[in-house]
């Protein structure tokens, strides 16, 4: 089941336990790609960011440790590692660390499965007004190009950008007003 | 020129869509957000957060060579020369190679793979009583996303993951399929494709060992 001990974790006593980096990383791995990609929303980014958070918390360490500890100091790790990629990549120099911070939520208390977080972003698509709705479900579900959404939706590719843009501005807000 | 907000984040979500590391740039907290939600939106195609084979063999060895683990009498396993039938077993079996070593052991039909991973354990994903015939389930283990059917009266798990692009597929009871939201294609519940929109026949799914114990199933995953 997601967010448990491997067999051989549990053996270890009453509390679910890791006695080895091994099962640490077969645990997590997965789970780990997942919660930072669904954040970065790409390949090369969240393989590297994956591998930076499990090895800080493997260095950390010390065997043998509690499941509920490791998931919970991984997660933390996660969270300091995601705000330090938009610093570095992306934010201007005015952007402060709260506003990062803000960016790197929402902790999961365990890892998710790709169906559920899947169904949250459509619920967020659902609650958008139509024509944004529209714009992103062409563009991010159906694969069109904006000069295609721009014909589709009858204006111009500079305002179907505009549209985009304002559609994921919407977007953010309704994720917020989502959050557990 | 100056870009405007709706260019920049234009540019971002271009390099998203297609798969590619964002070129980078120095964005407001404005277009961050806008950034972070388009970010959220490329997963909603479910199935594209699952890390492909090769990705995790090189997060495996990134922490090897890090942690100078083969110094304490670890081995590197020999994932990298198994990707090529990786490939044909699709997404879920890359994702049940976490731990590298797989065996692969000829199925009920040609073309199938059972996966039995080296590292593994026996984890309960349902009881019996939930599963009555013609009725399935899905279940979601750290590194495996699948589905226990009931098949006039025989259990069997498999991968919910379709070996076209990956995306997740949802079970059907009523029509005892198991259908893919992307490209419309079918499998029935023994793994077969029954129905397929894309220009080849994609891959028939892995079935995952299955037993009974207890008044439940359980299935072997790592």
């Not at chain 1, 919660?35 to 090895?55: C, I, W």
């Not at chain 2, 961050?32 to 490329?42: K, N, P, Q, S």
């Not at chain 2, 879920?92 to 590292?119: F, H, I, K, M, N």
């Not at chain 2, 750290?142 to 009931?150: E, L, R």
């Amino acid at each position: 089941m997601a967010g448990e001990a491997s067999t051989s974790a549990f053996e270890a006593g009453s509390v679910p336990t890791y006695t080895e980096w091994e099962e640490v990383y077969r645990d997590n791995v997965v789970g780990m790609y997942q919660y930072v990609y669904r954040r970065v929303g790409n390949a090369p980014d969240a393989e590297d960011l994956a591998a930076e958070v499990l090895l800080h918390t493997l260095r950390t360490l010390r065997f043998p440790s509690p499941v509920r500890n490791v998931r919970a100091y991984l997660v933390k790790t996660a969270k300091t590692v995601l705000a330090d990629h938009w610093r570095r990549h992306y934010a201007a120099p005015e952007v402060v660390s709260d506003e990062l911070d803000e960016l790197a939520a929402p902790e999961p208390t365990t890892w998710e499965p790709s169906a559920l977080a899947a169904e949250r972003a459509q619920r967020v698509l659902a609650l958008l007004p139509d024509r944004f709705r529209t714009a992103l479900e062409l563009r991010f579900m159906r694969g069109y190009s904006v000069a295609e959404i721009a014909r589709e939706l009858g204006v111009t590719p500079t305002h179907a950008r505009v549209i985009q843009y304002r559609a994921l501005r919407k977007a953010a807000e309704v994720g917020r007003d989502l959050m557990p | 020129m100056m870009q405007s907000s709706a260019d920049r984040v234009a540019g971002y979500v271009c390099d998203l869509v297609r798969g590619r590391r964002p070129r980078r740039i120095k964005a407001s907290v404005a277009e961050l957000e806008a950034m972070r939600a388009a970010a959220e939106l490329v997963q909603a195609r479910t199935g594209l957060d699952l890390p492909d084979p090769a990705s995790l063999e090189r997060i495996r060895a990134r922490l090897f060579a890090e942690l100078n683990l083969e110094q304490r009498g670890l081995v590197r396993t020999r994932a990298l020369s198994r990707r090529s039938w990786l490939r044909t077993a699709g997404v879920a079996a890359a994702a049940a190679l976490v731990g590298g070593a797989v065996e692969r052991t000829l199925a009920e039909s040609p073309g199938q793979e059972t996966l039995v991973p080296a590292a593994a354990g026996w984890r309960p994903v349902a009881a019996v009583s939930e599963l009555p015939p013609g009725h399935s389930r899905a279940f979601a283990t750290g590194a495996v996303q699948g589905v226990v059917v009931n098949r006039g009266g025989r259990i069997q798990a498999l991968s919910a993951v379709c070996t076209h692009l990956g995306c997740l597929l949802t079970p059907n009871d009523g029509s005892q399929r198991l259908d893919c939201p992307c490209h419309r294609t079918s499998f029935d519940w023994t793994g077969q494709v029954v129905d397929s929109g894309v220009p080849y026949r994609p891959a028939p799914l892995p079935q995952i060992a299955t037993r009974i114990r207890d008044g439940y199933v359980e299935v072997l995953v790592v």
